[in-house]
């Protein structure tokens, strides 16, 4: 009975592996018109980094 105790969890999370690895085989995605390149930072990023965000009251001298 120890045994069983023992093996019966390694057993399931084999089980649960090996169904994700058939379903990355069974269901391949696409991947390379969502990401972007390494690298490259995003435009977004770049443009709002020296402003303040909005809704910022302006610092007073």
Known sequence: MAMLAVLL???MLGVVVL???YEELLLPQDDAGR???VGVPPAAA???SSRAPAGTPA???
Do not use: N
Request: charged letters at 20%.
């Open 19 to 21: 169904l994700g690895r």
């Open 35 to 37: 990401r972007e390149p």
């Open 9 to 11: 969890p390694l057993l």
């Open 59 to 61: 610092s007073s001298p």
């Open 46 to 48: 770049t443009a709002t």
